[in-house]
């Protein structure tokens, strides 16, 4: 299993890189160039506000950026001068042409209005003289015109007749067309307003108005004949002024597609660029000042590749003092490496949920793989169910490399996404527990015939139930078989299966428990603990199979002994299991076997002494190691599940004469006490797989009785169209509450069943993750 069973040999090494050639060895095609680091970051940032101004332009102009089409490398000095002097005029091209179409639509907006303006005036201004047209007795009539947005209008209006006091003629009128409003960029209809008045006085007064307002007012000729050649002006230049926007939207449409196909990668570049000097900021100078030097965590295969990357880079940069690589020894606990791809990372998740691993101990991804969707499986067994689970998730598989799948916004879909391969092996696992469970959306399969008989029930035509039924040979391979012909356990075949699986979920429990303590031994031998083989792994097997290995000893003894002819003669386990810790024996309850008394009384002896061995003997074992005399350095690794022994949970060597007993005893105590109690409530907590189990039973044969049967009431052709939104109700349902709900359910109980119960038998889980230098995905959005 590689990597996978424990995790990586991780050492730290120093690495001395010339400063003329450190950043080649992170990108070995740079030339030599001196850099000031800092400086180099500071100018990557200056980039970076460049490409977030070209960002909100091509947002602005309705754009959107895609991904970048492939993982260019870090850019040379000269390109990284390239990208800076390109982006920079690319983005004052945009200012200067975003600025002059802003101009050239003001302008054109101001002269369509101007033009209106002149156009609804003129309804206005063209009376006849003998209906009112000429001059007022006090002097000549003057004019105000112009343009207001359409909210301010009616205040617009009382205060020009209060302010005035009514020296004056108004008039308003929509605008034909709507425009932009400049402060907020939406389309609003403007009104039109013309004011006749007579004094220069109240012309001020009207002025001042206006421009508290925000009016835009226009020039208003007072003769028809300069109002028609201000409006054949005013044509031509609108004429003009569209051919000139056209011209600078084109040109801007260009500049836009030059930025839309460079950004990406520009981006990417400037963003391993900085990561690079960003690390290099953390080395460390030599007392010349011409050497950085770094200390850094490296998997020791490779060890190499590091090596030969720094003398590539030393030879491509023309340095004459080439880098290296070498590894200084350390006291500290090394990081934990473990590699995934995309199988395993999901099963991997799981077992860091509940913590990383500690360094080089044994870890439980591998065995989860299997594991736990089988023990999910044990509680979502049916075929259907398993079958629309495992095609959801092959669906996912095949469509792994989708970009709309991989980089969708919904965190829960991503989830999904994720583990597509736990949730397929889940399924397949499903379908297999609902063959030997023999339920498909909770109906019974008659794949094989079944092996009951019920010929001495019979006599002649008349049924009797006085006489039991019996099995033939066998001829069932890979299915529970349920005698459905027995109206007493079609209404409910709970009762049938209600033994079997509780007794199944203790006797998987059991096992799953004892592997999870047998792992231990791994441990025990990669950090040399051998005293820990004999005074802590032998305890805990004989406690834990005296007492409850037996138990599963005893119900396969009862499945082997007793068949369907003498079932009502088989004695009680749960009877014998109380009394084998009392003692005693219960002449009501038949034994199973002759000497059954003293061979339990022997295993519970067996458990109890095994107790006193687990609690003191690790602690008394290294007192002796204490006192006794040492001939060479101690080189005994100490390591502990309970965190206080274990220097960060590896094998970190420790000196005996550090080493606090008293610390050592109360952890080693609390073990014993977690373990002992822990193996009665882990192995209760198991019959969480035979209660999820009938319960998902249930749940679905009463969704097949409440909603489907409904719709096989009448069979005609009325039933026929009952049937469609009935099946659709039960589909609905079915997905909802059977697969999305109570999937949930059985993976979180198997969930809980993978850290406390099995991984607490040897997983200390105290590490920390390898954070290696790597070039991250683009997350500058």
């Given at each position: 299993?590689?990597?996978?069973?424990?995790?990586?040999?991780?050492?730290?090494?120093?690495?001395?890189?010339?400063?003329?050639?450190?950043?080649?060895?992170l990108?070995?095609?740079?030339?030599?160039?001196?850099?000031?680091?800092?400086?180099?970051?500071?100018?990557?940032?200056?980039?970076?506000?460049?490409?977030?101004?070209?960002?909100?332009?091509?947002?602005?102009?309705?754009?959107?950026?895609?991904?970048?089409?492939?993982?260019?490398?870090?850019?040379?000095?000269r390109?990284?001068?390239?990208?800076?002097?390109?982006?920079?005029?690319?983005?004052?091209?945009?200012?200067?042409?975003?600025?002059?179409?802003?101009?050239?639509?003001?302008?054109?907006?101001?002269?369509?209005?101007y033009?209106?303006?002149?156009?609804?005036?003129?309804?206005?201004?063209?009376?006849?003289?003998?209906?009112?047209?000429?001059?007022?007795?006090?002097?000549?009539?003057?004019?105000?015109?112009?343009?207001?947005?359409?909210?301010?209008?009616?205040?617009?209006?009382?205060?020009?007749?209060?302010?005035?006091?009514?020296?004056l003629?108004?008039?308003?009128?929509?605008?034909?067309?709507?425009?932009?409003?400049?402060?907020?960029?939406?389309?609003?209809?403007?009104v039109?307003?013309?004011?006749?008045?007579?004094?220069?006085?109240?012309?001020?007064?009207?002025?001042?108005?206006?421009?508290?307002?925000?009016?835009?007012?226009?020039?208003?000729?007072?003769?028809?004949?300069?109002?028609?050649?201000?409006?054949?002006?005013?044509?031509?230049?609108?004429?003009?002024?569209?051919?000139?926007?056209?011209?600078?939207?084109?040109?801007?449409?260009?500049?836009?597609?030059?930025?839309?196909?460079?950004?990406?990668?520009?981006?990417?570049?400037?963003?391993?660029?900085?990561?690079?000097?960003?690390?290099?900021?953390?080395?460390?100078?030599?007392?010349?000042?011409?050497?950085?030097?770094?200390?850094?965590?490296?998997?020791?295969?490779d060890?190499?590749?590091?090596?030969?990357?720094?003398?590539?880079?030393?030879?491509?940069?023309?340095?004459?003092?080439?880098?290296?690589?070498?590894r200084?020894?350390?006291?500290?606990?090394?990081?934990?490496?473990?590699?995934?791809?995309?199988?395993?990372?999901?099963?991997?998740?799981?077992?860091?949920a509940?913590?990383?691993?500690?360094?080089q101990?044994?870890?439980?991804?591998?065995?989860a793989?299997?594991?736990?969707?089988?023990?999910f499986?044990?509680?979502?067994?049916?075929?259907?169910?398993?079958?629309?689970?495992?095609?959801?998730?092959?669906?996912?598989?095949?469509?792994?490399?989708?970009?709309?799948?991989?980089?969708?916004?919904?965190?829960?879909?991503?989830?999904?996404?994720?583990?597509?391969?736990?949730?397929?092996?889940?399924?397949?696992?499903?379908?297999?527990?609902?063959?030997?469970?023999?339920?498909?959306?909770?109906?019974?399969?008659?794949?094989f015939?079944?092996?009951?008989?019920?010929?001495?029930?019979?006599?002649?035509?008349?049924?009797?139930?006085?006489?039991?039924?019996?099995?033939?040979?066998?001829?069932?391979?890979?299915?529970?078989?349920?005698?459905?012909?027995?109206?007493?356990?079609?209404?409910?075949?709970?009762?049938?299966?209600?033994?079997?699986?509780?007794?199944?979920?203790?006797?998987?429990?059991?096992?799953?428990?004892?592997?999870?303590?047998?792992?231990?031994?791994?441990?025990?031998?990669?950090?040399?603990?051998?005293?820990?083989?004999?005074?802590?792994?032998?305890?805990?097997?004989?406690?834990?199979?005296?007492?409850?290995?037996?138990?599963?000893?005893?119900?396969f003894?009862?499945?082997?002994?007793?068949?369907?002819?003498?079932?009502?003669?088989?004695?009680?386990?749960?009877?014998?299991?109380?009394?084998?810790?009392?003692?005693?024996?219960?002449?009501?309850?038949?034994?199973?076997?002759?000497?059954?008394?003293?061979?339990?009384?022997?295993?519970?002896?067996?458990?109890?002494?095994?107790?006193?061995?687990?609690?003191?003997?690790?602690?008394?074992?290294?007192?002796c190691?204490?006192?006794?005399?040492?001939?060479?350095?101690?080189?005994?690794?100490?390591?502990?599940?309970?965190?206080?022994?274990?220097?960060r949970?590896?094998?970190?060597?420790?000196?005996?004469?550090?080493?606090?007993?008293?610390?050592?005893?109360?952890?080693?105590?609390?073990?014993?006490?977690?373990?002992?109690?822990?193996?009665v409530?882990?192995?209760?907590?198991?019959?969480?797989?035979?209660?999820?189990?009938?319960?998902?039973?249930?749940?679905?044969?009463?969704?097949?009785?409440?909603?489907?049967?409904?719709?096989?009431?009448r069979?005609?052709?009325?039933?026929?169209?009952?049937?469609?939104?009935?099946?659709?109700?039960?589909?609905?349902?079915?997905?909802?509450?059977?697969?999305?709900?109570?999937?949930?359910s059985?993976?979180?109980?198997?969930?809980?069943?993978?850290?406390?119960?099995?991984?607490?038998?040897?997983?200390?889980?105290?590490?920390?993750?390898?954070?290696?230098?790597?070039?991250?995905?683009?997350?500058?959005?």
């Open positions: 299993m590689g990597s996978l069973f424990r995790s990586e040999e991780v050492c730290l090494a120093q690495l001395f890189l010339q400063s003329a050639s450190a950043y080649s060895c990108n070995p095609k740079v030339s030599a160039f001196q850099r000031r680091f800092v400086g180099e970051v500071r100018r990557c940032e200056e980039m970076e506000k460049t490409f977030t101004f070209l960002q909100q332009e091509l947002r602005g102009a309705g754009r959107v950026l895609g991904p970048c089409p492939e993982s260019p490398r870090a850019p040379l000095a390109e990284a001068l390239r990208v800076q002097e390109q982006s920079e005029q690319l983005a004052q091209e945009l200012r200067e042409v975003s600025h002059n179409r802003a101009s050239l639509r003001g302008r054109l907006r101001e002269l369509r209005q033009l209106h303006v002149l156009r609804e005036g003129q309804r206005f201004t063209s009376w006849p003289v003998g209906l009112g047209g000429g001059t007022h007795p006090g002097g000549a009539t003057l004019f105000v015109a112009g343009v207001i947005h359409p909210w301010r209008v009616s205040a617009f209006e009382r205060l020009l007749w209060r302010a005035c006091r009514g020296y003629v108004a008039s308003f009128v929509e605008m034909p067309e709507p425009m932009e409003d400049p402060a907020t960029g939406e389309s609003i209809t403007w039109i307003f013309l004011i006749s008045y007579w004094g220069e006085q109240i012309g001020q007064k009207i002025r001042k108005i206006s421009d508290c307002f925000h009016c835009h007012v226009y020039p208003y000729p007072e003769s028809e004949a300069s109002r028609a050649d201000t409006m054949s002006g005013l044509h031509s230049q609108i004429q003009d002024l569209s051919v000139v926007l056209e011209e600078t939207e084109q040109y801007l449409a260009q500049v836009l597609d030059k930025v839309t196909l460079a950004l990406p990668t520009w981006r990417v570049q400037v963003q391993k660029m900085k990561a690079i000097y960003l690390v290099l900021n953390q080395c460390s100078f030599d007392v010349t000042e011409k050497c950085l030097i770094a200390e850094v965590w490296c998997p020791v295969r060890l190499t590749q590091v090596q030969d990357a720094l003398r590539q880079g030393s030879y491509k940069s023309g340095s004459s003092v080439e880098c290296f690589v070498q200084i020894p350390t006291s500290e606990s090394p990081p934990t490496l473990i590699r995934t791809n995309k199988f395993t990372a999901g099963f991997q998740s799981i077992v860091d509940y913590g990383v691993a500690s360094y101990e044994v870890n439980p991804a591998p065995y793989i299997i594991t736990f969707p089988f023990i499986a044990i509680m979502f067994g049916d075929v259907g169910h398993g079958l629309l689970m495992f095609l959801f998730a092959l669906w996912m598989v095949l469509r792994e490399n989708s970009p709309s799948l991989r980089q969708s916004s919904n965190e829960i879909w991503l989830t999904f996404f994720e583990g597509r391969y736990l949730i397929l092996l889940m399924g397949a696992f499903s379908i297999y527990t609902g063959f030997i469970y023999n339920e498909c959306f909770s109906k019974a399969t008659v794949i015939p079944s092996a009951w008989s019920v010929a001495a029930m019979a006599n002649h035509s008349s049924w009797r139930w006085d006489s039991q039924p019996h099995r033939e040979p066998c001829l069932v391979p890979a299915c529970t078989d349920t005698p459905l012909w027995d109206p007493r356990l079609a209404t409910n075949h709970l009762n049938f299966l209600n033994s079997f699986k509780m007794k199944m979920s203790v006797v998987l429990g059991i096992v799953h428990m004892g592997f999870g303590v047998m792992l231990g031994v791994f441990n025990h031998m990669h950090f040399q603990q051998w005293h820990r083989l004999v005074l802590e792994l032998l305890p805990e097997m004989v406690f834990l199979l005296a007492l409850f290995g037996y138990l599963v000893f005893l119900i003894y009862k499945w082997v002994k007793f068949s369907a002819a003498n079932s009502l003669e088989a004695p009680s386990i749960l009877i014998h299991f109380i009394d084998m810790f009392l003692f005693t024996s219960n002449a009501a309850n038949l034994p199973l076997y002759q000497g059954q008394v003293p061979v339990q009384t022997v295993l519970v002896v067996l458990a109890l002494a095994s107790v006193p061995v687990l609690l003191l003997g690790t602690p008394l074992y290294l007192c190691r204490r006192r006794a005399p040492r001939t060479g350095p101690p080189a005994v690794r100490l390591g502990s599940r309970r965190g206080g022994a274990l220097s949970g590896g094998g970190a060597q420790r000196s005996l004469t550090h080493v606090d007993f008293a610390e050592i005893f109360m952890h080693q105590a609390i073990h014993t006490i977690e373990y002992c109690l822990g193996c409530s882990n192995t209760a907590s198991y019959l969480r797989l035979w209660a999820l189990s009938l319960a998902h039973a249930q749940l679905s044969e009463v969704l097949w009785t409440m909603v489907m049967r409904q719709g096989f009431v069979l005609n052709y009325v039933g026929g169209v009952v049937l469609v939104p009935v099946f659709a109700a039960f589909a609905v349902l079915t997905v909802a509450i059977l697969l999305v709900m109570e999937g949930l059985a993976f979180l109980h198997a969930l809980r069943l993978h850290w406390v119960e099995f991984q607490n038998k040897f997983y200390v889980g105290a590490g920390y993750k390898l954070c290696p230098f790597t070039f991250a995905p683009d997350t500058w959005e």
